[in-house]
């Protein structure tokens, strides 16, 4: 089984990486070559376009940031679809939206190739040692032939439905890792102008109802305000207004999500949208800002 | 050592059970006869009031349901003041406004006795398996006294620090649970609005860092429709409407603890207050109505 890669930043290269070491025959397409030199080094072969790519691969999978970036990898000039053959498999791996997700497995489809969307998490940490949570979205025979390559790159690796199915899942995953974030923020808070040793807070939260990975994980980063990424508050701004166009287009109201958005704009208009999204516990605290 | 028992309800009985089983004797007072018959069954003594029990043991529990009530305990006519000698150390284990907490200790500590605050999280079933989170405020010294007794009841047990810190951090634990209740209900509501399967959306979830004991037990209430409690929706009001008091003696903005005090209220306004506090579920479900 050939596999190919399209997009080598920060979660692409290592989910390439890993399938190398897997000994999995790897192509890759970047756009700046430098970008494939690492790859190339370890084995992976180069393609001069993803139109190229997609003529000599099984499974093809996408990593870069954004809708329109997927979308010009898809249908743009020298794009997959201009070289994929019946038969390609296509795996777009970042966080969309679910319409247009399946917007583009529809077009695709008229052309024999599948589209999976298979949103991730568990950040460049998981990409590297190979323990993202994948979610995936697609025909389960299409499923079927990419799981023994999401073996080498995620852990929890979950077929959740049908086209867009993933990304629906990714938007629960970012809703509650949002919602908890503030709360955890609210409560380190609550303890400390209390006077209350909020390390102690933690711990003893830990132990019970209240654990959760954001209080162990991005509690003890509020304690240490530690706010290095981890996943960037911008882009967990970007997936919030996913998930808010989407209630929108289901006339669904999330007060809470909406409310955790409007926290991830003020973080980035403050100019802390480059810190982990849980730097939002600088809000919570400067919201009631003690008197000096 | 002598252990004491007031209150012998839902969470009184088992823990007084549970030292009994650990062969600590026990001593009980209850308002109704009746309550502490299936104690005295199980070897317990009965004490004619709060005041005689307090001049017999060295460590004396309260479970009640609410502050009004610990005051009357312990400072009402034949209440505990009026028995206790120095050196007897009172534990209240139900939740309360830390403010209040100290002023009780700061009485109390008049005559020589020491007031821990002491109270759980774990619900009934904790406290019949004596699995408890237990969260401690008050003197070390008297801490180190009752930790022997407090084994037999619970896991996770935390001296947070001075009079009032096991109240703040029980504070902080409500906080926590109902805004990640409130996250994970619009990411299950999200879900099932998109035609996907929210179970396999819980199930992918789990493995990554949106896992939380919230999406584990109450993500599984939610998609089986069962809110059986549990921790009521009118408990979680009256200690988020503790946190709201503390917030408004503090000048302390918490937008989401209010967020979520609100829809305890329309939970118990709608006549579900019974139900587990997760419930609340229902609230986001039916907010957007979907069109018949």
Redesign the interface.
């Known amino acids: 089984m050939q596999a190919g890669c399209v997009g080598l930043g920060i979660m692409g290269r290592p989910m390439a990486l890993n399938l190398l070491k897997a000994g999995v025959p790897v192509t890759v397409y970047a756009r700046r070559p430098e970008a494939a030199a690492p790859l190339q080094a370890a084995g992976a072969g180069v393609a001069s376009s993803p139109a190229a790519l997609a003529a000599c691969v099984d499974v093809l999978f996408i990593n870069v940031s954004d809708t329109p970036d997927v979308e010009q990898v898809l249908f743009g000039d020298q794009g997959i679809s201009q070289g994929a053959r019946p038969g390609l498999v296509v795996v777009d791996m970042g966080t969309s939206s679910?319409s247009q997700t399946q917007a583009f497995a529809a077009r695709l489809a008229q052309q024999g190739v599948q589209l999976l969307d298979a949103p991730v998490?568990?950040?460049e940490v998981g990409a590297i040692n190979g323990t993202l949570?994948i979610?995936v979205g697609g025909e389960a025979e299409a499923f079927a032939r990419a799981l023994p390559l999401f073996q080498h790159m995620g852990?929890?690796i979950?077929?959740?439905?049908g086209s867009?199915?993933g990304q629906?899942?990714k938007?629960?995953?970012q809703?509650?890792?949002?919602?908890?974030v503030?709360?955890?923020a609210?409560?380190?808070?609550?303890?400390k102008?209390?006077g209350?040793?909020a390390a102690?807070?933690r711990?003893?939260?830990?132990?019970?109802?209240?654990?959760?990975?954001?209080?162990e994980?991005h509690g003890q980063r509020m304690l240490d305000d530690n706010f290095k990424p981890g996943f960037k508050g911008r882009l967990h701004q970007k997936d919030m207004n996913i998930?808010m166009a989407?209630?929108l287009a289901?006339?669904?109201?999330?007060?809470?999500?909406a409310?955790v958005l409007q926290y991830l704009n003020a973080l980035v208009g403050s100019g802390e949208g480059e810190l982990d999204s849980s730097a939002i516990y600088h809000l919570?605290d400067r919201?009631?800002k003690p008197a000096s």
């Open positions: 679910p998490s568990g950040g949570t979610m852990k929890t979950t077929h959740v439905g867009g199915a629906v899942a938007a629960c995953n809703i509650v890792i949002g919602g908890t503030l709360a955890v609210e409560a380190m808070t609550f303890a102008r209390q209350v040793d102690k807070v711990e003893a939260l830990l132990g019970g109802f209240a654990q959760s990975k954001v209080l994980v998930v989407e209630a289901l006339n669904l109201g999330l007060p809470l999500s409310q919570v919201f009631s």
